[in-house]
């Protein structure tokens, strides 16, 4: 189910003082965050957000096209090369 | 012979029936353009007159995306997300179901026939 509108977007307040404080320091470096959950909002556009999935941060450049969704969607959690070949199998 | 919508030339069927062989017209917005343009829904699409074809026509020209259009559209918003670099992207990019779905067994839709594992069994 959608969230309420009445709510407003959920983000984590510290999110929020960390993109505010890159943003006034005008220095372009990678935010790091663990909040995968908080949403991608307008003011975020054009930074970059080192976003945690659990093993290191990725870094993510929000783009006008990502607004509305969230961090964690651009931070894949699971590594999968795909089945390693099957040893018995060639045996015959 | 009735063409609507560039290609589509549906014929002895109820109207409202015949419509539904476009792209991106189902049963519903099928009905509700018979509707808005007046035409029973028994009627049979060889038993229009020219003006009511040209009507139909006109009614869906104006209000819906149909046919290549909405193919490029729906398209376009795939790749947008495939470019994006999301999960959503990355699940077309696989051909693996988007929403969630488990894909332990079944998504065979989005995966294709089942390819048989050699030396699986024992």
Redesign the interface.
């Known amino acids: 189910m959608a969230r309420s509108v009445w709510k407003g977007p959920f983000v984590d307040a510290y999110v929020l003082k960390k993109a505010e404080a890159t943003r006034e320091s005008g220095r372009n470096e990678v935010i790091k965050i663990w909040s995968r959950r908080s949403t991608i909002l307008p003011q975020f556009v054009g930074l970059t957000f080192g976003v945690y999935n659990g093993q290191k941060h990725i870094p993510v450049n929000v783009?006008e096209?990502?607004i509305g969704?969230k961090f964690?969607?651009?931070s894949?959690t699971r590594t999968y090369y795909g089945?390693a070949a099957?040893k018995?199998?060639?045996r015959? | 012979m009735a063409r609507i919508a560039g290609v589509n030339i549906p014929t002895a069927k109820r109207v409202p029936i015949a419509l539904t062989y476009i792209t991106g017209i189902g049963n519903s917005t099928a009905r509700e353009i018979c509707d808005a343009v007046g035409i029973d829904h028994s009627r049979r699409v060889n038993e229009l007159s020219d003006t009511e074809v040209l009507s139909i026509r006109e009614h869906i020209d104006q209000n819906l995306t149909v046919e290549g259009d909405l193919r490029r559209e729906v398209q376009m918003n795939v790749k947008?997300l495939m470019d994006?670099?999301?999960?959503?992207g990355?699940r077309h990019r696989r051909n693996l179901p988007v929403r969630g779905q488990r894909t332990h067994t079944n998504a065979r839709t989005r995966k294709g026939p089942a390819k048989a594992?050699?030396?699986?069994k024992k």
Do not use: T
């Open positions: 783009s096209d990502m969704q964690g969607e651009y894949p089945h099957d018995k199998a060639k015959k | 947008r994006l670099g999301c999960y959503r990355l594992i050699a030396g699986k």
